[in-house]
């Protein structure tokens, strides 16, 4: 059975930052990546990392969150990481581990997504 598993959200003062982690279980995917959803907004597109022959492949970004975040991968453990810095409150959201047998990010920033995790709440005081 896939689990993909959250941690790493919580409240913090604008400007501050936070690091998410997500650990799959089950099965080891070619990409992962973040989603996030503010209220009463459609789930987008964070920041994808793909691995191809056992070495990381591309890394790709939302433009709003460029220079900012940095996504990275423990291959050893499947873990993925999401380092958030420079927080702002329009990044208040649910964020959501995604993970996909695609081999590019860009499938994946564009919908491509196999599971899902269940979902860890950041919010950024102004």
Do not use: H
Request: with cysteine.
């Amino acid at each position: 059975q896939v689990q993909l598993v959250e941690s790493g959200g919580g409240l913090v003062q604008a400007g501050g930052s936070l690091r998410l982690s997500c650990a799959a279980s089950g099965r080891t995917f070619k990409t992962m990546g973040w989603f996030r959803q503010a209220p009463g907004k459609e789930r987008e597109f964070v920041a994808g990392i793909s691995r191809i022959g056992g070495r990381i492949n591309y890394a790709d970004y939302a433009d709003s969150v460029k220079g900012r975040f940095t996504i990275s991968r423990d291959n050893g453990n499947d873990t993925v990481y999401l380092q958030m810095n420079s927080l702002k409150p329009e990044d208040t959201a649910v964020y959501y581990c995604a993970a996909s047998g695609a081999a590019m990010v860009t499938a994946m920033k564009g919908g491509t997504v196999d599971y899902w995790g269940k979902g860890t709440l950041v919010t950024v005081s102004s």
